[in-house]
């Protein structure tokens, strides 16, 4: 029998193929290994979103070298966004790679494995979505649901729209069909994957000839007996229109939690990035989100030290955080990435001390309003999908709220259950409590 060991960067889509490549492999007869050296197939679902994705990737791409030193007769692969990026360079630079993929050539990897002669080649062109492909999932009562692929947007620091092409979404009945199989699996939780996923649909067509909308895919999948949980990520905050907020409101599978990435509170910033909204389009779309659903949590990406970041600019980034009050936020440097507008632009401006700098005047600061804001839940009973055994205490259980946060409690529940957790405490990351045994033994009361 042939093992296989995967190795995953960078975001859920990738974590999603990955999934599916392992799906596809175990369909092919092939088992996981525990480890680089006991596999007879390597493979790197790869990253490339800022430049200490590529050299991470390309420290573990030395180990993998070093195995196939010992036992040349082993095979290594690498997909994702950083082979798409460079493509056949690939093969020059790393002459012991075997197989090299884009993120649109998933399904390829069998048709390379089962193929007679293993000489090394590339697969780059999209040719469709991995989401109809097997899935050995992480956990078996969550589950992914790419609704499309690609991003028509042009941020001018984003390396995505050329590794992952233009913006296809998949057909709405499709979708509904793949949450039903899902349901059937026992996936109890799932979470819809884009690049813009707010933006899906305006490729397709409904039968009277209009173009689907990300709220119609929301109601249809909020009816899918079993799932009990939806959630999406990313939306884009110039697509968050009135009608995706409503259906926050009286969707019930919906959860409370949108990731609304912000990368700036500075207009000026905003315009040179190509976001294409203001500030003041960003605090209106969360005012609105607020009105409709009042207790919803946000969460946001923020770069800081884009190039020609003033002190002003990054103040007025610190304004809209302590403004809006997020729940949480991934904060980052601006990486310059290859073939991006941004990688052209004066990046001397901002000295890297700087960044740093208000990098951590920024984290004091989510962090200081990510604690206030879990205050909220302090007394309540919630709702928490249990993951398994609590990382700091074994003795102890960890899950997830619809809000997204993370809870350790005290209780009886098994991995995939719901239950009620009252909650005692709060920190800007995880909230503590205790799990209601008198709700377990009697769930339906
Ligand atoms: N499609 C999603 C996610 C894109 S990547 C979206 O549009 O929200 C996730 C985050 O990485 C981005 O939101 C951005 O904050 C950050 N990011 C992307 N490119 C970057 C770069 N070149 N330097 C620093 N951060 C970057
Ligand atoms: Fe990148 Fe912008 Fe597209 Fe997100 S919306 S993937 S940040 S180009
Ligand atoms: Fe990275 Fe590609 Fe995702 S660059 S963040 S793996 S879309």
Request: proline share 4%.
């Amino acid at each position: 029998m042939k093992r296989y060991h995967v190795t995953t960067f960078g975001c859920q889509m990738n974590e999603h193929d990955s999934e599916r490549i392992k799906g596809m492999l175990e369909t092919l007869g092939y088992r996981e290994a525990d480890s680089r050296e006991a596999a007879d197939l390597i493979l790197f679902n790869t990253c490339s979103i800022r430049e200490r994705a590529d050299s991470r990737f390309l420290a573990h791409l030395g180990a993998a070298k070093r195995v196939k030193q010992e036992r040349p007769e082993t095979v290594i692969g690498v997909g994702g966004c950083w082979a798409q990026s460079v493509k056949e360079e690939v093969f020059r630079r790393f002459p012991f790679v075997d197989v090299a993929f884009g993120p649109g050539q998933v399904h390829k990897l069998a048709e390379f494995l089962t193929s007679d002669s293993l000489s090394a080649q590339g697969y780059f062109e999209f040719e469709g979505f991995a989401g109809h492909l097997p899935a050995r999932r992480e956990r078996p009562h969550q589950g992914w649901l790419q609704i499309s692929v690609g991003c028509n947007c042009r941020c001018a620091y984003c390396i995505v729209p050329s590794t992952r092409g233009r913006e296809v979404s998949r057909p709405l009945e499709e979708l509904v069909a793949e949450a039903q199989r899902m349901a059937a699996e026992g996936v109890k939780e799932v979470t819809l994957l884009g690049q813009n996923v707010n933006s899906y649909g305006r490729d397709l067509r409904d039968s009277s000839g209009s173009p689907r909308r990300f709220s119609e895919l929301l109601r249809a999948l909020d009816a899918v007996e079993g799932i009990e949980r939806i959630r999406y990520t990313s939306p884009h905050p110039k697509d968050m229109r009135e009608d995706v907020i409503r259906a926050h409101a009286e969707c019930r599978h919906l959860c409370e939690h949108i990731h609304l990435p912000l990368q700036s509170g500075s207009s000026r910033i905003l315009k040179a990035m190509r976001r294409t909204y203001d500030r003041e389009r960003y605090l209106d779309r969360v005012a609105l989100i607020r009105e409709h659903v009042a207790d919803i949590a946000l969460t946001t990406d923020i770069i800081v030290g884009f190039p020609g970041e003033s002190e002003r600019d990054f103040e007025e980034t610190l304004e809209v955080v302590d403004a809006v009050g997020f729940d949480g936020a991934f904060t980052f440097i601006f990486s310059p990435r290859r073939g991006t507008e941004a990688a052209q632009m004066n990046d001397s401006f901002v000295a890297h001390e700087v960044k740093v700098q208000r990098m951590e005047r920024l984290v004091a600061l989510v962090q200081r309003r990510a604690q206030e804001r879990a205050q909220r839940f302090v007394g309540r009973e919630l709702e928490v999908l249990v993951e398994g055994p609590s990382r700091t205490d074994p003795t102890r259980l960890r899950g997830r709220t619809r809000h997204n946060k993370v809870v350790n409690f005290s209780g009886l529940a098994s991995a995939g259950e719901l239950t009620r957790v009252r909650i005692h405490s709060a920190t800007s990351q995880t909230l503590s409590g205790e799990e209601l045994l008198l709700a377990r033994a009697n769930p339906a009361g």
